[in-house]
């Protein structure tokens, strides 16, 4: 008999009742450390008092009215993106997966209000995620999403990352929009040059095609910027964030150009939930606490150390890791062993991570974890990388 949860996640025999900053409490009491948090959602770690405070505030005075009325929330996380990052104007939504949707679709609408109807095709690459909604695997195209759930979405030219000749070769006036991940998260924390991002916003710009970047692991201050594409000098026209947005309340956004955001005038596109007053409050906390220079640098200094320790780590056991990848806080340890095996001793030994493609281990830990939780994450990641030796000898 099918189990009363849909059965599509393969899921840990753990269960948590309880967090506070980078850990977690299980039912039976034992405590992990949360390297995962998420999946690059808690940001700030669990419970951070004033993510609490801030909805907790707002659920005492109003928790939902239609985007059919004035938010005030809304507003004041609107002005901060806008005031903050390349855009002129946003669009909230509760997932990464409806932001793709978006921000197919602006594109998309951009083209037919220039008079190109037919140029619809969005360029997107090889390990890419986007979101499990109908745009959102056509545009990733791999047949682990895909396969069965024909007929696909048309319009997506789907391309071998880091394949300079085939981007040229594709490029024509049917083109839209590129899609990219400035890092890959999913495809196993594969990130793309700074000056491979220039020469996209470079050949976007000589072909006047839209360049989206989808930002909803790589964003919120998780590389040690406010979003990764700032590391490389460029800007897209269209971005979509969501994960670490909310904090862990589910919000995501889509930021755009005056220019690309054009066609999207009142009626095209809508949802009944996007940008609701909780999620908005707590939004606004997060990018109050994200957004400023100072708490940047810190996740910098923090990511410094991590990723030193990490590579002392690599260099200890030589057999189980291969080396450390990402950026900031969103690292990456390519695996020797099974990259699976290793995330299973690390819940044996109270330490959560994340497998991605390549054979990669994810670290993503709330961008406030202390100093003392990261030698404390060395010491049993060291513990889990022990235990997997000990199997595989
Ligand atoms: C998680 C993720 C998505 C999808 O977000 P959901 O909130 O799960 O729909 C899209 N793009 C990237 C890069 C992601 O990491």
């Known amino acids: 008999m099918i189990a009363s949860i849909l059965p599509t996640y393969a899921r840990a025999p753990l269960t948590f009742t309880s967090g506070e900053g980078a850990w977690l409490t299980e039912a039976d009491g034992r405590r992990f450390l949360d390297l995962g948090a998420g999946i690059a959602v808690n940001a700030l770690g669990h419970a951070h008092p004033a993510l609490v405070a801030a909805l907790t505030e707002q659920a005492h005075a109003l928790w939902h009215v239609s985007n059919l009325y004035n938010i005030p929330a809304q507003q004041t996380l609107a002005d901060a993106l806008v005031d903050r990052t390349f855009a002129d104007t946003v669009f909230f939504t509760n997932s990464g997966t409806e932001a793709c949707e978006l921000a197919v679709k602006m594109a998309r609408k951009y083209w037919y209000d220039k008079g190109q109807p037919d140029r619809t095709e969005i360029i ?110 460029v800007t897209p026209d269209i971005m979509m964030v969501a994960k670490g947005i909310g904090g862990g309340f589910p919000l995501g956004a889509v930021l755009a150009t005056q220019d690309a955001a054009s066609g999207m005038t009142a009626g095209t596109h809508g949802s009944t939930y996007g940008g609701n007053p909780l999620a908005c409050a707590v939004g606004t906390k997060v990018m109050e606490i994200v957004a400023d220079d100072a708490f940047l640098a810190q996740v910098n200094r923090t990511a410094g150390l991590l990723r030193q320790k990490l590579e002392g780590l690599v260099a200890t056991y030589p057999d189980v890791f291969e080396s450390v990848r990402g950026v900031g806080l969103m690292l990456g340890l390519k695996c020797k062993a099974v990259n699976t095996d290793v995330v299973k001793a690390g819940y044996a030994v109270g330490v959560l991570t994340v497998p991605a493609a390549d054979n990669v281990i994810r670290l993503l830990p709330p961008l406030n974890i202390t100093p003392a939780d990261i030698d404390t994450a060395i010491t049993l990641l060291a513990a889990a990388a022990h235990q997997v030796q000990g199997d595989n000898a």
């Open 124 to 233: 997107t690459f090889s390990g890419a995620f986007h979101g499990r909604s109908s745009a959102g695997i056509a545009a990733a195209g791999s047949e682990k999403m895909t396969k069965g759930f024909g007929p696909l979405l048309p319009g997506f030219t789907h391309l071998e990352f880091g394949d300079h000749a085939a981007l040229n070769a594709a490029v024509s006036d049917t083109i839209a929009a590129i899609l990219i991940e400035p890092i890959q998260g999913e495809g196993g924390i594969r990130q793309v040059p700074d000056q491979c991002l220039k020469g996209l916003r470079d050949l976007c710009d000589a072909q006047g095609i839209l360049l989206i970047f989808d930002e909803v692991q790589c964003g919120m201050g998780r590389t040690g910027k406010l979003f990764a594409h700032e590391w490389a000098g």
